[in-house]
């Protein structure tokens, strides 16, 4: 596997998105994620994302991190909020979320950010079980979908 940033306007950032966002639609009953984004969120210094190539250079897990300030949306100073974590089917149970998780830590950390916290859904059980196991916690809710009832929020102090 290689790791590497690319633009969230990146073919193949584009072709992951898609995919987690049929996914989000199968499992909750919708359009998928309307969470606002944009390419620039993803720019380093102030963010960054990542695409999983496996050995034949395809596309195969994504994640990203993007700064968020206190904002009215239950963000405060400081935070980075995780985006766009994917792994294809054929490719889960390989440790590439946690690979992607600990190098946007990493990465958001060396930024200065004290806080990394994210917004997932209560169907959305294998990504409930990485964040636990990797530390995150239970946190007021923020975001887009902070007055949702299947929204649940974690952080985790960097």
């Known amino acids: 596997m290689h790791i590497r940033p690319v633009s969230f306007d990146h073919p193949d ?55 968020q300030d206190e904002n009215g949306e239950g963000n405060a100073d400081g935070d980075a909020e995780i985006k766009r974590m994917y792994v294809i089917e054929q490719m889960r149970g390989r440790g590439l979320a946690r690979r992607i998780l600990a190098a946007l830590e990493e990465d958001a950390r060396a930024a200065g950010r004290v806080r990394m916290v994210l917004e997932t859904g209560a169907k959305q059980p294998e990504a409930v079980a990485l964040y636990l196991s990797s530390g995150y916690e239970p946190c007021e809710k923020f975001g887009y979908y902070r007055h949702h009832e299947l929204s649940l929020c974690y952080a985790k102090a960097l």
Do not use: H
């Not at 584009?14 to 969470?35: F, P, S, W």
């Not at 606002?36 to 720019?43: Q, R």
């Open 13 to 67: 950032a584009v072709k992951l998105n898609d995919q987690v966002q049929a996914e989000y639609g199968v499992r909750y009953g919708d359009g998928g994620d309307a969470t606002p984004m944009d390419p620039a969120d993803f720019v380093p210094p102030n963010g960054l994302y990542l695409i999983a190539y496996d050995e034949l250079g395809a596309p195969v897990a994504s994640g990203a991190w993007r700064v």
